[in-house]
């Protein structure tokens, strides 16, 4: 299923319920991620000496959710329209002097002759 049709099909309720459902889910060990913490902890204390202040459980990962910045829309509309005019300026050589970059080819690329 694409964004758009999950978009179109389901509702903002419906979405934050997921999202509270799966970080609860994420976040709950199962047998498995105790399995794999104390294999995980084995063998990173094999090789050190003082594992006093390590436990299994500082290997458990867990999802975060990321806090959103102080940033308004319009600030990261600017910045992803100035990465995108930077990229594009880049691609098409719009406000570069003609041979002033070593790494561009001013020539076009010769045809093989197969092509001929």
Known sequence: MTVVEVLQKVSH?????????FFHDYNRSSK?????????YTIWCKD?????NISPESFKVKLVKQVPSNKTAAD????GLKASK???S????????????KNVIDRQPSRPS???
């Open 13 to 21: 309720r419906e979405y934050k319920l997921w999202e509270s459902w």
């Open 32 to 40: 498995l991620d105790e399995y794999l913490m104390q294999l995980t």
């Open 48 to 52: 050190r000496t003082n594992t006093d």
């Open 76 to 79: 990261i509309f600017n910045e």
């Open 86 to 88: 930077g990229i594009w």
């Open 90 to 101: 880049a691609v098409l050589g719009i406000g570069r002097k003609k041979g002033t970059d």
């Open 114 to 116: 197969s092509w001929r």
